[in-house]
């Protein structure tokens, strides 16, 4: 028997009630039967049938695609252990409670457990009583716990978010490469590889660095058709990602992602401030208070959570229902990963995002001053670069996003801003000429400020101790508003005709490309930025409003009410996030199919046979009440 589920973090979850389920023999009768679900999806059933069968693979498939069932399912049906290696400690009890729930014997194995809780997980796991053991990649070496593992037949090694072991991945951790040694002495046993975020260089090497050249590559288009995705230009960047949540998601779960750790607890007491419930995390604050952070934002409805890139990796919660960044990501791997933690349930769901100069000047200026050799200093600036690329892009978002990753894509997705209301372009070429002449006349000392003063012809006292008052160029750009030269300097650094000097503060320097501009004519193109709109509460939503979610009223809406609070109490018992017991998406469809018997709730998608024992009888009592 298990050790049971109580109210303290538990390594091993148990049914303690419940019979253990006789497991299913096929892949897709333990679909049915385990997890409630009819069929596969995508190349599941394929991926899974590789593995039963011994092989290795690498598994592309975006988040919420279902790659958790491709290692899942073999492992409750090969013999032996399988060992899910995931990079974050704090998400594995919910990943193990949410199998728990569905009748499978699972683990974690990580450095919260006392001497007394990992005795017992060895115990059961020599007595063949686990199907899954979860384990940090930091676990693999520690004490004891190899001596452990060695003894074991292990049914496979699952490796999730792979791309943490390819050092020009956008997460890379160094724990990650012992798993090359483990894999040698567990030569017999199949390891499946598993991201969501790996553009073709990081591919190859996580093929290279696993083991994993000669085996094949599963991949699921990484397109997440569900979500919208908005970038604009940030003006008044906290009134900005207001207005977008009071406009569109209003009482609604999201993240907001900030770069810097102040801002990240600036910005959750203002939101707060303005009636938005929202709690700060990053890497800075007490171990405790980021789990009861994290445990709160997992557990209950309608929060928001602001948060450095320290927060996300492996977020299970479906209902997110939008991503925010208020400042530019380092790379378009990191914003698609950011991004996908949005509407994971398959609904409607928006990824925002307002940027400056001033935020690519800071990463660029992080990224130079970073540890690490020159190369991969040099990749991390062709990154931020393709992530400004998709910034500016005034064509299809979604078409540029997928090209990243080498997929192909029509365009005029009618899923992003450009494609519902596509952006203007101008001839910069003069405008352009002005600012490349100025940079260079004021001696490429300095920044994007006082180059505008000049154009604009503002005397400053900078300007007069430099003599640039008496420049001929001085005021030669007054035909542009502040705000228009900001967009055009951001484009040019964006598109490479002029370069930012980070070893100084930010200082502007002419290139190759920049003289194409000046002295053969280059022309150059600009998208024009949109005017501000007034920021106000209750803003008339525009063209660009994400396709809403399936609306209940009357009666439907009052019994998706009761049904959440049944699933609100049970989950509170046992301490569990909401969605583990039943997602939205299960709710709505009890409300929709009203069944009146348990083998009509069986029918219900994400009802297994365990979740079947253990709710049916109240969730139909409340059913029949309505």
């Known amino acids: 028997m298990l050790i049971p589920h ?8 148990g049914e303690g009630e419940l019979q253990p389920l006789e497991m299913p023999t096929t892949p897709l009768s333990l679909l049915n039967r385990v997890f409630g679900y009819p069929s596969f999806r995508g190349r599941q059933e394929d991926i899974i049938r590789h593995v039963m069968g011994g092989g290795s693979c690498l598994v592309l498939m975006p988040t919420g695609g279902g790659k958790s069932l491709c290692f899942q399912i073999p492992a409750m049906l090969r013999p032996g252990l399988g060992l899910v290696i995931s990079p974050l400690i704090a998400l594995m009890q919910d990943q193990v409670d949410a199998l728990v729930q569905n009748g499978v014997a699972a683990a974690f194995y990580n450095s919260t457990l006392d001497g007394g809780q990992k005795n017992e997980i060895r115990r059961q796991a020599q007595q063949g009583k686990l199907d899954l053991l979860y384990v940090a990649p930091e676990t693999l070496n520690s004490p004891g716990f190899r001596d452990f593992i060695e003894d074991l037949p292990l049914s496979l090694i699952a490796v999730d978010e792979a791309h943490c072991v390819s050092q ?3 997460d890379f951790r160094p724990e990650y490469l012992q798993i090359a040694h483990l894999r040698e002495h567990f030569s017999s046993a199949p390891l499946v590889a598993l991201t969501a975020t790996a553009d073709p260089q990081t591919q190859k090497e996580i093929r290279d660095r696993l083991g994993l050249a000669q085996d094949p590559v599963f ?9 919208r995705y908005q970038i604009t230009v ?3 960047g906290r009134e900005q990602l207001l207005d977008f949540i009071r406009t569109h998601h209003p009482g609604q779960a999201g993240i907001v992602y900030v770069l810097s750790r102040t801002n990240t607890e600036e910005t959750a007491a203002w939101l707060s401030q303005k009636g938005v419930p929202a709690l700060p995390y990053h890497a800075g604050l007490d171990a405790n208070l980021r789990r009861k952070h994290q445990a709160r934002f997992l557990r209950e409805e309608g929060l928001v959570m602001v948060a450095t890139i320290a927060f996300g990796m492996g977020i299970d919660k479906p209902n997110v229902r939008f991503v925010a960044h208020l400042g530019i990501p380092k790379s378009v791997e990191s914003y698609y990963q950011e991004t996908g933690r949005a509407g994971r349930d398959g609904e409607p769901a928006s990824a925002w995002m307002a940027y400056s100069l001033d935020d690519v000047v800071k990463l660029r200026r992080m990224i130079q001053g970073g540890e690490g050799e020159e190369a991969y200093k040099r990749l991390g600036g062709q990154k931020l670069n393709a992530m400004l690329g998709l910034c500016e ?3 299809c978002r979604r078409k540029s996003l997928l090209s990243y990753f080498g997929e192909d894509h029509p365009g005029n997705c009618g899923g992003c ?3 519902l209301q596509p952006p203007k372009t101008w001839d910069a070429t003069v405008a352009a000429q002005k600012a ?4 260079y006349r004021t001696g490429q000392r300095f920044g994007a400020g006082h180059v505008i003063d000049v154009l604009m012809g503002k005397e400053t006292e900078k300007g007069t101790q430099n003599g640039h008052d008496k420049l001929s160029l001085f005021g030669v750009g007054k035909e542009l508003e502040k705000r228009q030269w900001d967009s055009v300097f951001r484009q040019l650094v964006g598109a490479d005709y002029v370069e930012v000097d980070l070893e100084g503060y930010g200082t502007f320097k002419l290139n190759p490309k920049s003289w194409s501009v000046l002295k053969e004519g280059q022309k150059v193109w600009l998208r024009e930025d949109p005017p501000l709109r007034k920021i106000e509460k209750g803003a008339r939503k525009s063209k660009s409003t994400p396709r809403p979610l399936v609306v209940l009223e009357g009666q439907e809406s009052t019994l998706f009410e009761a049904l959440r609070s049944l699933r609100a109490k049970l989950a509170q018992e046992q301490n569990l996030p909401a969605y583990v017991v039943f997602h939205d998406s299960a709710l709505r469809e009890m409300v929709s199919r009203r069944p009146t018997t348990l083998k009509e709730f069986a029918q219900i998608p994400g009802v297994g046979e365990t979740k079947l024992k ?12 309505a």
């Not at 109580?6 to 979850?13: D, F, G, I, R």
């Not at 490349?436 to 940079?439: A, D, H, T």
């Open 614 to 625: 253990r709710y049916g009888t109240a969730f139909l009592e409340v059913l029949r009440k």
């Open 393 to 395: 892009t005034v064509n």
């Open 234 to 236: 940030k003006d008044a």
């Open 6 to 13: 109580s109210s303290q973090p538990s390594p091993v979850k």
């Open 219 to 227: 991949s699921s288009s990484f397109d997440r058709s569900n979500i």
């Open 168 to 170: 020009w991945g956008h």
């Open 417 to 419: 801003d450009n494609c």
């Open 436 to 439: 490349l002449s100025c940079v």
